[in-house]
């Protein structure tokens, strides 16, 4: 089928209740171009207010009702073909109506669906057209959803007789050195009332463009019975798919004089087994995992292509080779990334079965629909080379119970029933499994506060000794047993357990404490039927605000909150910020996988020296790597260094603080007391006596300048490119100035528009949409979207510094090609 992009031209609104309408209530529609978040642009404030808020788990953001619409005109030549409309994302409860009439919806906020349009439509001189969408969120997720047309949005022409939607699905399942067998299935339909006899004709190209391998068939379609056409090609000499080497491929197939179809695979194999856990082309792999929600930071829900691949490469680039979608399927952009940049999936569908954990979640719809959103899942990432694994859940309570297990075996063979080449995991967290017990033992503790009540005092601790008890490992055999990897959520004490208890269970590490990697990692590396670890959370999010935040002990709160009050905005625990900047633990977690050996310094904010620390598990120490702190001298700083090796040596303005150990034996990490002065601070790493390597901290000096720097300098027209521009306060020298912040103020001119900006602050009642934003220790970012062929102007202002301008040229992108990375 023929797919244009049906992004522009969209109006929408909040939506009214037409009898308040009718009495004089008007809310207008303004324009907007898709993909696009509704949340993101209403204002936020503290529970209580006048309209019903999301709390804190929403980011304090309000839910609502928000309608869009568009028209549009059909050309009379499509008369009596197949017209369909693709959404890849409505979030939530979407409903789709074509001139009036009510032509299908889809309540699963993350699935991608179609809606057949024909019998609905106008042609030709008959008149326009009018699509309207109606989306609803209301106090139906853990985090931060957005709200609206939040992905792209596609128009389908075909003929009668045609490539199904989804119809070309690619398996690899014979490879070796010399060839590798590709099985292309294509599913075609035929609406006509005659009997059809078409040709197939299929080729597979290599990156390069080269046609590698081809065949024809003949296929005979019944009218309304769709066939299947199964070819079975040879690729020679197969360059393999893999993190390091992400070698693709296009399968092209053709129904002759009637329709065509192109897909990207990869040739990869996969193996396992408790032995040599994951295999991927013969090799074992660990899976150097991050958990990630789908916002997009400064754009809300917003999913752009450019602004998913973005992601994946600043975490890839920090040392990790896997994400896991947390926790719903993941963006079609951003397995497209995943696919080209060498970034392994493991792809979740659900966060909730029929147990709910918010007030009207997508547990009341699970039952009707579930099948329906595997179905959309699995269809969506079969020819992903990227994709190595399908979760079913995460942390279901009912999976320990009878009738949970029995659900997960359901949903597990319904996944392996539709792509039988991948795994099946389910992410159990052994403490929700069995909640009801834990809620009886509470209950029934005696009132000095032992037993299940002093455990509960540390969330770690708690989670992982409960997961390891007896009771746990009774509860979950079930749900554990249909899977093919037994997925774990804080429970790294079963991992030794389990090779005893379970000899033939392999486990992945779904969801951990980013606190406890060095342990974790060794258990990895040293188990295995242990195939990886996936932190919580490896980028920063909207909504459940302060889980990661740093926090104090005081008389008030003698113990730390698992949430923070409004106007706090962020989760604040991922190793990347918002804006796609690294954090301190970030550093930590690629020095303890091996992939760097120069030592990180991280410096504990001074004005909370002496201070007992109370952050949750999600957070990491109060640190900054910076030596700039203005009104500190001579007070008292604690210093943290990571490192690789034997010993570490600090030196503050070339006088040395000695040297102390550090590396696995000391959990990668030292600390050095001392007073505050401005200058150089220098870590310098040992092993066997002989330097590893060394990395310097400078105080900024000197007035403050205004930086401005866009990603590349040239970006496409279309295929949802977008122009990063970072903003930073230095010194002459290019030294960052986290002390300094102040507003910065864009004008935005030419060929694009401010998309998002922003910063990092955690707490803030600053707009995404704004103008004008505060920096946040030195740092601010901003997004431009291009509107055609040209150049973008921006013009980025703030006091006492000189303005400073980026210029970013937009090309028109040819049909057919990616937006890449340079």
């Not at 306060?729 to 960052?736: A, R, S, W």
Request: proline share 6%; glycine share 10%; hydrophobic share 35%.
């Amino acid at each position: 089928m023929i797919r244009s992009s049906f992004n522009d031209n969209w109006q929408t609104r909040s939506k009214v209740n037409p009898f308040a309408e009718l009495s004089g209530t008007k809310a207008p529609f303004r324009p907007v171009t898709l993909p696009h978040d509704a949340m993101i642009e209403r204002e936020r404030s503290a529970p209580g207010g006048e309209v019903t808020m999301e709390g804190g788990a929403g980011a304090y953001f309000p839910g609502g009702t928000y309608e869009y619409r568009k028209t549009f005109t059909v050309p009379e030549e499509h008369r009596g073909k197949r017209i369909l409309f693709e959404f890849e994302g409505v979030y939530r409860d979407a409903v789709v109506y074509i001139n009036g009439d009510y032509a299908g919806q889809r309540p699963f906020g993350y699935s991608h669906f179609h809606i057949d349009a024909g019998r609905f439509l106008r042609f030709g001189e008959d008149g326009d057209n009018e699509i309207r969408v109606e989306a609803r969120t209301h106090r139906d997720s853990r985090w931060y959803t957005g709200a609206g047309i939040y992905r792209d949005t596609w128009m389908l022409v075909g003929e009668l007789v045609r490539i199904a939607p989804d119809g070309v699905r690619v398996t690899t399942p014979d490879i070796d050195a010399e060839r590798a067998v590709v099985e292309v299935a294509t599913r075609v339909e035929n609406d006509s009332i005659a009997i059809r006899t078409v040709d197939v004709v299929t080729e597979i190209r290599d990156g390069g463009g080269s046609v590698v391998g081809s065949d024809v068939s003949k296929v005979t379609v019944l009218p309304g019975e769709p066939a299947t056409v199964r070819q079975r090609l040879y690729v020679r000499a197969p360059l393999l798919w893999s993190t390091d080497t992400p070698a693709l491929y296009t399968a092209t197939v053709t129904l002759k004089g009637l329709d065509g179809e192109s897909v990207t695979f990869g040739i990869r194999s996969l193996r396992l087994d408790p032995e040599h856990g994951l295999r991927i082309n013969g090799g074992t792999v660990k899976l150097r995992g991050a958990c990630v929600h789908h916002d997009n930071g400064v754009l809300g829900a917003a999913t752009f292509a450019r602004a998913e691949e973005r992601r994946v490469q600043l975490l890839k680039d920090a040392g990790f080779n896997a994400l896991r979608m947390s926790h719903h399927p993941m963006s079609k952009a951003m397995l497209d990334a995943c696919d080209r940049l060498g970034m392994l999936v493991v792809d979740e569908a659900f966060d909730v079965w029929t147990s709910g954990k918010s007030e009207f979640d997508y547990s009341l719809d699970f039952p009707e629909w579930w099948e329906r959103d595997i179905e959309a899942m699995v269809a969506k990432d079969i020819n992903h080379p990227s994709v190595i694994m399908y979760s079913i859940g995460n942390e279901i309570p009912e999976t320990g119970t009878p009738s949970g297990a029995a659900r997960g075996r359901q949903l597990a063979e319904k996944v392996r029933s539709l792509d039988p080449t991948r795994y099946v995991t389910n992410a159990v967290n052994g403490m929700l499994a069995v909640m009801s017990e834990l809620t009886a033992m509470r209950e029934n503790a005696p009132a000095d506060g032992a037993g299940i009540n002093t455990l509960m005092a540390d969330a770690g601790d708690m989670m992982n000794a409960i997961s390891a008890s007896a009771l746990v490992t009774e509860k979950t055999a079930e749900s554990f047993a249909v899977l093919d990897v037994a997925g774990m959520n804080y429970a790294e004490a079963r991992y030794a357990l389990d090779r005893d208890l379970f000899p033939h269970r392999i486990i992945l590490g779904t969801e951990t404490f980013p606190t406890r990697i060095d342990g974790n990692w060794r258990l990895v590396e040293q188990l295995g039927h242990v195939i990886g670890d996936f932190t919580w959370t490896g980028w920063d999010y909207l909504g459940e605000v302060g889980i990661g935040r740093p926090q104090y002990l005081t008389p008030d709160a003698p113990r730390p909150s698992h949430t923070a009050p409004y106007p706090h905005l962020l989760a604040g625990c991922g190793d990347l910020d918002i804006t796609g900047h690294r954090r301190p633990a970030s550093y930590y977690r690629e020095i303890v996988f091996g992939l760097r050996t120069e030592p990180y310094i991280a410096v504990r904010r001074p004005e909370h020296h002496g201070r007992t620390w109370a952050g949750t598990p999600w957070a990491w120490s109060d640190t900054v790597p910076s030596w700039t702190w203005p009104g500190c001298t001579g007070e008292p700083i604690t210093i943290e260094v990571y490192g690789d090796a034997d010993e570490v040596e600090l030196l503050v303005n070339g006088g040395s603080l000695g040297r102390r150990p550090v590396g696995r034996g000391h959990r990668f990490r030292t600390e050095f007391e001392t007073s505050y002065e401005p200058g150089e601070l220098l870590a310098v790493a040992y092993r066997d006596g002989a330097e590893t390597g060394r990395t310097v901290l400078r105080s900024a000096t000197g007035p403050v300048r205004l930086r401005a720097e866009a990603d590349r300098p040239v970006i496409t027209a279309n295929g949802g490119d977008l122009a990063y521009v970072t903003l930073t306060l230095t010194d002459p020298d290019g030294t960052l100035h986290p002390a300094a912040d102040r507003p910065v103020r864009l004008e935005v001119t030419g060929a694009g528009v401010l998309l998002g900006f922003g910063s990092a602050d955690p707490s803030t009642e600053e707009r995404f949409d704004a103008t004008e934003r505060r920096t946040y220790e030195g740092r601010a970012l901003a997004v431009l979207r291009p509107t055609g062929p040209g150049k973008i102007h921006l013009l980025a202002t703030a006091p006492e510094c000189d303005p400073v301008d980026v210029v970013v040229t937009v090309e028109q992108r040819p049909a057919g090609q990616h937006v890449h990375l340079p």
